[in-house]
C-alpha cells in the first residue's frame, strides 16, 4: 500500500502564488511518474503538470510559464509551486504517483491523493 499526503492549498488573490505538495509512503521500491491533475465543480478531472523518474517535465498549455512541477527523490515528495494564479485555476488539486512496491511486475502501484482545494479569488 502506498499512501500520499497532499499539502498547500488555499485561498489566494489573482496573481498569487502557492506551492503544493505531495509526499508518498509505504512499500516504494521505485517511482515512475509524479503528477498533478486538478478537477473543477462539473468539469472532468484534467492533467496539469507531469515528472519523470529521469526529471523530464510535461505541462497542459494552460499552466505553461506560470507552474513548476519538481520531485525530491529521497523523500518521494512532488511539489507545484503555482504562480500567477488565476480564478480559473480553482479547482481541487490531486497528486498522482505511479510505481512499484517492489522488483517484481506485479507490484505496481498508481496511487492518488485526497485532494487539495486551491481557491482563486480577490
Known amino acids: 500500500q502506498v499512501q500520499l499526503v497532499e499539502s498547500g492549498g488555499g485561498l489566494v488573490q489573482p496573481g498569487g502564488s502557492l506551492r503544493l505538495s505531495c509526499a508518498a509512503s509505504g512499500r516504494i521500491f521505485n517511482i515512475n511518474s509524479m503528477s498533478w491533475y486538478r478537477q473543477a465543480p462539473g468539469k472532468q478531472r484534467e492533467l496539469v503538470a507531469m515528472?519523470?523518474?529521469?526529471?523530464?517535465?510535461n505541462y497542459a498549455d494552460f499552466v505553461k510559464d506560470r507552474f513548476i512541477i519538481s520531485r525530491d527523490n529521497a523523500k518521494n515528495t512532488v511539489f507545484l509551486q503555482m504562480n500567477t494564479l488565476k480564478p480559473e485555476d480553482t479547482a481541487v488539486y490531486y497528486c498522482?504517483?505511479?510505481?512499484?512496491?517492489?522488483?517484481?511486475?506485479?507490484?505496481?502501484?498508481?496511487?492518488w491523493g485526497q485532494g487539495t482545494q486551491v481557491t482563486v479569488s480577490s
Open positions: 498522482n504517483i505511479v510505481g512499484y512496491s517492489s522488483i517484481f511486475r506485479n507490484s505496481r502501484f498508481d496511487s
Open positions: 515528472i519523470t523518474s529521469g526529471g523530464s517535465t
